[in-house]
């Protein structure tokens, strides 16, 4: 017998499906597990509308595997490293905007998920973790690959289940219940555990059960509701509007020009969630008499310690609205804060940088500009995402729900795989060498450019006053390294490019852009940890307080 997966053919014994005889033609019979619990799981991602699922290997979640590979309504991607996974499935989840399965084996293969659940959980993003576990009653009893799985991801998780293995009615009724009351869960990443008892392998079940999908109908937030908002906002003697996650571009600089200058302190912030990078930024708008803020779960997040209202909604809407507006009937507050921008926008457009990380970044976001709305760009944490809150004047993706650096690369992967558009990731070194993992994988294209900016340590610690007098800041705090991804990259088929020099650099930018290849392309730009400080402080004095 002869078995065809979605990469490659496989040795029957790994992938058994019927083969029926009719008129001298081969036709290929779908199969499913045996395994009731999970035939209900398949069933009901299917119903649910789940299509995307980033398998990891194992045998105790073979059968999931199995069927998730079966299944038309489901496209796998294989991803070995869990914790790399993770991240793939948030990348994923972020381009398709809708939750995305990552199935994993029994024991600690479930625990490397958290960092990217905990980044999922702040970012708002529908994770569907699917862990295979071994039968309860083995439990803490030295079995292989054992420990206690339900509730491992903690409060990082909107919902966690642990299925029976349904032995009659009452059973299977649970089983569905529990399922779908993970799959409800829209706007937050949800854990379903999967115990399974042996035998692991029959696949003799010919289609999936139909099952009960329970629909939630989220609460309307009236439009009268949003028009208050907006109006509130009008009437507003110094009002803001503030979007988190993670672009703010120029209001780190504009609040050091601001300085001491209480004209520009607002008196009301509306606030539509999401990670501030600046801690500038956030030191200043705890000046303002009030906030609220907008988001989908009606959560209180006082990050400017005055909030007063809280909005359960689209904070996307509201803020179009506004924007409509103030294009009808300009408010003077607002117009202050777009002449200061607009001020600040133009010394950063006419300064020139040295040849450094800052540089680079610029260089890139001015070649990317004419095709914008062609890619998708990403940025990795530290120094990255703030240099692009400097250059860019476009969305960008950052993994600041918790601002780790240990899954950015992935997460740019993962949203690569499942989009035709070009997609840039920038990153530091060390954020790169953590996650090189992210390489190591099939399912990557040609549609996935990476500008990797090496200083050989975490340059971000220079940058921190006072840390300079630690005789381990460069060695141990800052992780100094003497590597190169010129290996990483022959090994895992990714085209590599380098520059040292401003005009390797500039060329390096263009050929990133237009190399035509069916892998990866990656440009490694290294530069001085010294200059990069000094570029950075010389920019910073561009924006002298007001006082």
Known sequence: MLAKSRFSWQHPSE?????????????????????????????????????????????????LVHNFNECPAIRCFPVTDERSAGFYALGMSLAVHQPVVVCVTSGTALLNLLPAVAEAFYQ??????????RPVQWIDQLDGQTLPQPDALGRFVAKAVSLPEPADDEQR???????????????????????????????????????????????DVSAITMNHVAKMFMLAKRPMLIAGQPMNPLLDEAVMEVGDNDDYVPDFVL?????????????????????WVINWEGAVTDTFMNLTQVIQGDGEMVADQIRFLQEQNPHPF??????????????????????????????????????????????????????ANIFARHDVYCNRGVNGIEGSLSTAAGFSCVTEKIVFYVTGDLSFFYDQNALWNQNLRGNFRILLLNNGKGGIFNMLRGLEQSAARDRLVAAEHHTSAAGICRQNDIAYLSATDALQMEAGIRQLLTLESARPVLLEVFTDAATDEQVLRTYYKLFPPKI
């Open 271 to 291: 606030y539509t969630g999401g990670s501030i990078v600046s801690k500038r930024a956030k030191r200043f708008l705890r000046k303002a008499k009030q906030s």
């Open 124 to 133: 708002h993003v529908p994770l569907v973790v699917v862990s295979a576990d």
């Open 334 to 387: 607002v117009a202050k804060w777009q002449q200061l921008l607009a001020s600040l926008r133009e010394r950063v457009d006419t300064f020139v940088p040295d040849y450094s990380q800052m540089a680079a970044v610029k260089c890139f976001e001015s070649a990317i500009s004419d095709v914008i709305d062609q890619v998708e760009v990403h940025y990795a944490n530290s120094t990255s995402i703030r240099l």
């Open 173 to 219: 009724w649970h089983c569905n219940r529990l399922v779908n009351e993970a799959l409800m869960m829209r706007h937050a990443p949800v854990h379903i555990n999967v115990p399974i008892s042996e035998p692991l392998f029959d696949y003799t079940v010919q289609s999936l059960p139909d099952e009960r999908a329970i629909q939630l109908i989220p609460a």
């Open 15 to 63: 992938y058994p499906v019927y083969i029926i005889i009719l008129n001298s033609h081969f036709i290929l019979t779908k199969v499913y597990s045996n395994i009731i619990n999970v035939n209900i799981l398949t069933s009901l991602l299917v119903k649910h509308g789940i299509c995307h699922a980033v398998v990891c290997p194992g045998s105790r979640n073979s059968a």
